[in-house]
């Protein structure tokens, strides 16, 4: 894996405190495990809404998941006043997504100016075990902060 | 659009409750509104813990519906023992969801012995207006029912 | 379908004349059929060293079929001094890809300042019939063209 | 990197066999540079017909390099009565692919007994350099090889 160099040194709080900010994130019960520049990981502890009958997470809350830690891989290495747009993303779903708790771990393949490429797998966690139940490959777009963003930063 | 022969002439009362099965969909507050062979329409009303602070759909909240209306857009056309499994999909969000609701129309472009691709078009609504928000493409795997959920439609 | 209005009036040309100016194109035996404002169809004749020794088309010359009837459908729409470059696509291959020729249908699907999206339908084509042999989604980048390619085209 | 134990000894034998049996594949100048269980790793060099007007490997070349490579990397793990079929793959070309020859890496991330799913990388090399070029996923269905090319092999 290439190293990346951050825009923004202070990108390791820049990524919690911008996660914090969308609602979703926490509605799913999604919390920043990890940081490094182009690299994120999330967790997400199972929970009843967000798994099927037989106790599989559903394929919606793995998806909403791999996205946002793609995202903020991609977020964790530009400037301070830009932010993520996902343009595309696809995923293989290739295990039931099962145990005590999703890991996603997102990381930038190819960093453009405008363009950030990651790549994410999702693993259930149980025991201490690890096993992949989900791959993907996105599209992000670099974008300007709105006003209202940065002065909420402020 | 090529016309699908269903293979389960009770098609229509399948599609809704095996959708009313799984507690991820009635957790994001989606319903059927339409179904005919080979293609289902589900919506989503706006709720505070699917949008973002901006008002709009989050992405994950999006691709969690456009999988479902595609997954029940193919399991239309199986037998009755039969159901779907969703091996993976690609979207592209093209537009921030924004309206009322999301509408997900789910297509089956192709139909094989094992495998279904089906196209999904996700629709933001506000004062009777769509705009497209989301497409995608998906791969769905004929499956056979586990025994359990045959007792349970019993 | 949306409509969409041309950014260069002389867009029929256009395609024709970039198209013609990438060598992949004509090497594999690809020629534009028709042109509108965000819709490129391209034909492209069976030879030996495109189909396999079964006489179905190579998924390498149908990707990249419609890989150019999705870049022009978008080129069809942009300014004189603009182009198309391939971010991503993703395609399911239906079923083998038969026939006299192969036909290309690229459509724009969402038009952005800097991304535009694309659907391509490919079908295999023998005596008068079409069968869907590839669908795909791509997104696309509008760029600025090089002095070289401006000034070749004068 | 999960250890894959593929199911016919004589897998290497086969993969290069199976390769050069599909007339695209030398049609590009692909070979087999190494095989492993799982692992696949193709080279092409540059050409006339391959390379656009500016020397950059054209998009429909990496495609059919990058298909074949986890097409193999999956049939390097199946029984010697079974193959590959291509259901679909998404790409991303990160940068442009540029220099001598291009290496693709052809890797199976999930194997189950009807889809095996694939990552593949492709790089541009040039002066002992290797620079990535292209990421793609790649879902492929194992099915029964037809008589005749059991016959073939035999």
């Given at each position: 894996m290439t190293a990346f160099e951050p825009l923004n040194?202070?990108?390791d709080a820049e990524?919690?405190?911008?996660?914090a900010q969308q609602p979703y994130n926490l509605s799913i019960g999604a919390r920043?495990?990890?940081?490094?520049?182009?690299?994120?990981?999330?967790?997400?502890?199972?929970?009843?809404?967000l798994v099927q009958h037989n106790g599989y997470f559903h394929g919606g809350a793995i998806a909403g998941l791999a996205d946002?830690?793609?995202?903020?891989?991609?977020?964790?290495l530009v400037a301070a006043d830009q932010g993520m747009l996902t343009v595309e993303y696809k995923l293989n779903i290739v295990?039931?997504?099962?145990?005590e708790q999703?890991?996603?771990?997102?990381?930038v393949v190819s960093?453009?100016?405008s363009i950030i490429v990651?790549?994410?797998?999702?693993?259930g966690e149980a025991d201490g075990q690890a096993s992949l139940c989900t791959t993907a490959l996105q599209t992000l777009k670099v974008m300007r902060l709105p006003p209202e963003l940065l002065a909420g930063a402020a």
């Open positions: 040194p202070d990108y990524v919690r405190r911008r996660f920043v495990d990890k940081v490094a520049p182009g690299r994120v990981e999330l967790v997400m502890p199972a929970r009843a809404d946002i830690a793609g995202g903020f891989a991609g977020w964790s295990a039931p997504g099962l145990g999703l890991r996603a771990v997102g990381e960093r453009g100016r990651t790549r994410i797998d999702v693993f």
